[in-house]
């Protein structure tokens, strides 16, 4: 059973930081692309970044781009997402999610597994 756990997001002032993590089981993680997408209040669930198995490819959404970075360590099964700068349009809850390609998509329908989500509040 494929299990993805967020973890680390919370209520930050605008220009602060955050950094989240997903940690994940029951798959050979090494072999999945991993993503980042959010989902505001009211809205679709939107692509934030995502890294490839080897970290040799990285795309981010424009929206975050010199903000924030996404990193993963196949050792630990784990991706992370920090945040720096943050804007109250970040606001919004944040997915992990695992793609079966060695692909970097930022189409949501790509990803095969998702986890539950983590919030993420930034406050002017």
């Known amino acids: 059973q494929v299990q993805l756990v967020e973890s680390g997001g919370g209520l930050v002032l605008a220009g602060g930081s955050l950094s989240l993590s997903c940690a994940a089981s029951?798959?050979?993680?090494?072999?999945?692309?991993m993503g980042w997408f959010r989902q505001a209040p009211g809205k679709e669930r939107d692509f934030v970044a995502t890294i490839s198995w080897s970290s040799g490819s990285i795309r981010y959404a424009d929206s975050v781009k010199g903000r924030f970075t996404i990193s993963r360590d196949n050792a630990k099964n784990t991706v992370y997402l920090q945040m720096n700068s943050l804007k109250p349009e970040d606001t919004g809850v944040y997915y992990c999610?695992?793609?079966?390609?060695?692909?970097?998509?930022?189409?949501?329908?790509?990803?095969?597994?998702w986890g539950q989500g983590t919030q993420v509040t930034v406050s002017s």
């Open positions: 999610a695992a793609a079966n390609t060695h692909l970097v998509p930022s189409n949501a329908r790509q990803y095969n597994y």
């Open positions: 029951g798959l050979t993680f090494s072999s999945y692309t």
